[in-house]
C-alpha cells in the first residue's frame, strides 16, 4: 500500500512516519508537509536514505501540487494530520486555521475523488466536543461545541470530511483523538514548554487555577490506532482515541518539576486562556471494541521517558526554538506572564 501522510514532518505526523516504516514495511509513504514553524526535516533524518520513504515539501492547499503527487506515488489512501494545531496561536490569528485546516482539507478531499485515492483519513480532535463539566466523558455521538478558533476550524475539517463520504461516496474514516505527548513535540505545548522552562529555569506559566483537565495519550499509541483505522476502520465512522490518563495540569506541571528535580517555585499561575476548555475526556470504548486497539503505556512511566528525551535531545529544541519562532515566543511569554488576578 501507498500512504500520503500530510503533516509528516509534525509531532504526530513524524512519530506516525517512524512508525508506519516500522510496523508497516511493505508500505510506501509519502510526506507532504509545507514545514511551517511546527514541521522539520530533522524529526525524520533517520529515514534519510529509506527507499520507502519519500519527503515532498509542499501545501495542501495546492491542488494541482497535490493531485501530482497522489498520482506520481500511485497513493491508495491518505492519511490526514497537516494543521495549524495551537490554540494560543489561534486566538491570536485564527485566520492562518481557517486557510490551512478548513480551505486546506477541503482541497485535500477534492483532490483525492479524481486520482482514485481508496480510503481518507481525517486526523480530528477531542477537541471538537468542547468542554466537559466534573464527570462523563465524550462518545463519538456527543454534540460538535467547539470552543476556541482551532478546534472550530478541526470541526469544519472533520464534517466536511464526512461530508465528503455522504455526497460523494468517498471512502472516509475520522478519528478524534485526545492530548497527545511523546517526543518531537513542539515546546509551545504545554509537556515540552515546562520541560524547556524549567531547564532553563525560567517561570512555568500555569493557565488559571490549573485545575484544567487533559485526556494524555501517548503518541505511538496515537500511531498505532491510526494505522489500525486506516486498515480496519469502517467507512463514513468516527473513532475517539483516548489514553485514559486524566490529569488536572498542574499535577502534570509537579511531575515534570520532581522529574528534573527542579524547585515548585517555579511555577507561576498566569492570567488563563480566553475561552479556556476546563475537561475533556474521552471514551474509547468503541475502537477498543470494534478494531481491537488499546495503549500500550502508562502516563507516569512515558512522561518520565518524554521528560527524558528532552534532557537528552537538547540540540534538537534549541534548534527548533531558534529564529522566528523564539521571536513570537518571547513576545507571547511576557504577555502570558500576567498574574492570574489581573
Ligand atoms: P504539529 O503542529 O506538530 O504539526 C503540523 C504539521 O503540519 C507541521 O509539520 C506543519 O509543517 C504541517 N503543515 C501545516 N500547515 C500545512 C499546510 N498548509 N500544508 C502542508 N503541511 C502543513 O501538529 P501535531 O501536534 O503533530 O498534530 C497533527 C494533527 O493531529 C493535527 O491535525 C492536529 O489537529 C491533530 N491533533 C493533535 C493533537 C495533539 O495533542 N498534538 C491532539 C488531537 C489532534
Ligand atoms: P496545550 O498543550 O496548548 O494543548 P490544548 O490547548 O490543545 O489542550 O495545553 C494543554 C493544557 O495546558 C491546556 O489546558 C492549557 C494549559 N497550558 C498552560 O497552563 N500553560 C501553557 O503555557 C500552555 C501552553 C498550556
Not at 511531575?255 to 476546563?278: A, M, N, Q, T
Request: hydrophobic share 35%; charged share 20%; with cysteine.
Amino acid at each position: 500500500m501507498n500512504v500520503l501522510v500530510t503533516g509528516g514532518c509534525g509531532f504526530i505526523g513524524s512519530n506516525l512516519v517512524r512508525y508506519l516504516r516500522a510496523q508497516r514495511p511493505g508500505w510506501k509513504v509519502v510526506s507532504l508537509d509545507k514545514l511551517t514553524y511546527a514541521g522539520n526535516l530533522e524529526n525524520l533524518g533517520e529515514l534519510e536514505g529509506d527507499p520507502g520513504y519519500h519527503f515532498v515539501r509542499g501545501d495542501i492547499g495546492n491542488r494541482e501540487l497535490v493531485e501530482h503527487v497522489i498520482r506520481q506515488h500511485s497513493i491508495d489512501a491518505v492519511m490526514h494530520l497537516a494543521a495549524e494545531s495551537h490554540v494560543d496561536r489561534s486566538i491570536l490569528g485564527p485566520e492562518a486555521f481557517i486557510v490551512t485546516n478548513v480551505l486546506g482539507t477541503q482541497v485535500l478531499l477534492d483532490a483525492c475523488r479524481p486520482t482514485g485515492v481508496k480510503r481518507f483519513l481525517m486526523v480530528s480532535t477531542d477537541e471538537v466536543y468542547g468542554s466537559l463539566g466534573p464527570t462523563g466523558a465524550f462518545t463519538e455521538s456527543s454534540p460538535l461545541r467547539p470552543s476556541s478558533p482551532y478546534s472550530a476550524s478541526k470541526a469544519s475539517a472533520d464534517l466536511l470530511a464526512l461530508a465528503c463520504g455522504h455526497t460523494f461516496g468517498m471512502d472516509v474514516v475520522v478519528t478524534r483523538c485526545s492530548n497527545n505527548y511523546g517526543r518531537y513535540q513542539f515546546p509551545e505545548k504545554l509537556i515540552p514548554l515546562m520541560v524547556v522552562n524549567a531547564l532553563h529555569d525560567q517561570p512555568l506559566p500555569v493557565y488559571g487555577d490549573g485545575g484544567n483537565v487533559r485526556d494524555w495519550l501517548h503518541v505511538e499509541d496515537h500511531c498505532q490506532a491510526l494505522a489500525i483505522a486506516l486498515e480496519h476502520g469502517r467507512s463514513g465512522e468516527v473513532y475517539n482515541i483516548g489514553g485514559g490518563a486524566e490529569r488536572p495540569n498542574i499535577e502534570i506541571v509537579k511531575g515534570i518539576l520532581s522529574i528534573l528535580g527542579k524547585p515548585e517555585s517555579l511555577i507561576r499561575f498566569v492570567k488563563d486562556r480566553p475561552g479556556h476548555d476546563r475537561r475533556y475526556a474521552i471514551d474509547p470504548s468503541k475502537i477498543k471494541a470494534q478494531l481491537g486497539w488499546t495503549p500500550a503505556h502508562t502516563f507516569e512511566r512515558g512522561l518520565e521517558e518524554t521528560v527524558r528525551w528532552y534532557v537528552d535531545n537538547r540540540p534538537w529544541w534549541e534548534r527548533v526554538r531558534s529564529g522566528a519562532y523564539l521571536q513570537y515566543y518571547e513576545t507571547q511569554y511576557r504577555a502570558r506572564l500576567e498574574p492570574a488576578a489581573a
